[in-house]
């Protein structure tokens, strides 16, 4: 690794080679990245987008991946999940509960995205199709990775998901559309149908970024509090160190495809290494415990602000 580790990661060695089953349930880590690289071509040559990133996902635990806009945080994700765009290419290794995914067939792959893997993206309207009722497409998902599976089973996987991330009254709002939802229930639902496959890891890429100050809050008390329900396990993707100190006990700091610091949370707020992870803690907002304000010297704060009521910022 590049940068500077803060401390290692639980099992910072490389894994040990065919110590965990082809097919079975590995005892290692959940997720273990190791020198995961993604180039693109360009035409002026292949660029590197994620250099040499190496990290590991316990069982149950969470991670979170932070970074200024283009450090590379979601091509890490989409290269975990074998989703890169198109020209882009990942080597190294991303073994998942012991089997290796890069270079699996797409058959494999389809298997375990969704069905062990779940993503969450900023966005909850670009994931959600506007003209389907989000029961149904709560349903349509669920249904789409389990056999013998009958519609009124999945209706009513649907209703609980729903019932799961708090929606209230979700007999009745499982049939309505997406754009019947405030931002912050849409992304609720999308956490929903990511919790129905009741997937091993959840991948969240910037899930609260869209939405106001307090649901955000709310989003990822939601988040923590599902993966302590289900035990499963968490990369949280974020520019926002203040989001990861909430909901993770790991960080990876990245920049420019580089892992600039990793460690345990408490560890690197206490004591950062990097330069660009002090600039960074420097620019979360804190609540002076003296007299009670939130101190702005070094951030701006957004200009927007909430709507009351609806979720949704004014931007
Ligand atoms: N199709 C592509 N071809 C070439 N380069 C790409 C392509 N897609 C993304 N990149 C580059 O990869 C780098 C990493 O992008 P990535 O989307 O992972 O950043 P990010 O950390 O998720 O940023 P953000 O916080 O804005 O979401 C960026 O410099 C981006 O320009
Ligand atoms: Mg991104």
């Known amino acids: 690794m590049s940068g500077t580790e803060n401390t290692s990661p639980e099992s910072g060695s490389a894994p040990e080679s065919g110590s965990a089953p082809e097919s079975g349930r590995g ?3 959940l997720l273990s990245v190791r020198d995961l690289t993604v180039s693109f071509r360009t035409a002026q040559g292949p660029v590197n987008v994620v250099k040499n990133l190496e990290f590991d996902v316990p069982r149950g635990g969470a991670l979170g991946i932070v970074g200024e806009s283009g450090s590379g945080k979601s091509m890490t994700s989409l290269a975990i999940m074998g989703l890169l765009p198109k020209g882009g290419t990942a080597t190294g290794s991303v073994r998942f509960d012991g089997a290796e995914l890069l270079g699996m067939s797409e058959r494999e792959k389809r298997r375990i995205r969704g069905d062990r893997i779940a993503m969450i993206f900023q966005d909850p309207l670009s994931s959600l199709n506007p003209y389907y009722r989000v029961g149904t497409q709560i349903a349509e998902a669920y249904l789409s990775h389990r056999s013998g599976v009958s519609r009124r089973q999945a209706r009513a996987v649907a209703i609980e998901a729903m019932e799961r991330v708090h929606i209230r009254d979700a007999a009745r709002r499982v049939d309505h559309y997406p754009h019947q939802f405030s931002g912050g229930m849409r992304q609720r639902i999308m956490i929903a149908m990511a919790l129905s496959m009741e997937p091993d890891l959840i991948i969240a890429d910037e899930p609260t970024t869209a ?10 008390d939601l988040l923590d509090e599902i993966r302590g329900e289900t035990g499963a396990g968490l990369i949280l993707i974020t520019h926002d160190l203040a989001v990861v100190s909430e909901v993770t006990d790991q960080i990876v700091v990245m920049r420019a495809g580089e892992t600039v610091e990793r460690g345990a949370v408490e560890q690197v707020f206490s004591d950062p290494q990097a ?7 420097d620019a979360v907002p804190r609540i002076d415990d003296e007299i009670g304000v939130l101190r702005t010297t070094e951030i701006t704060l957004p200009h927007d602000s909430a709507v009351p009521g609806t979720g949704r910022s004014t931007r």
């Open 27 to 29: 005892s290692g880590p």
């Open 211 to 220: 939405l106001d100050v307090t649901v955000q809050a709310q989003i990822l």
């Open 275 to 281: 330069d660009y992870t002090r600039r960074l803690l």
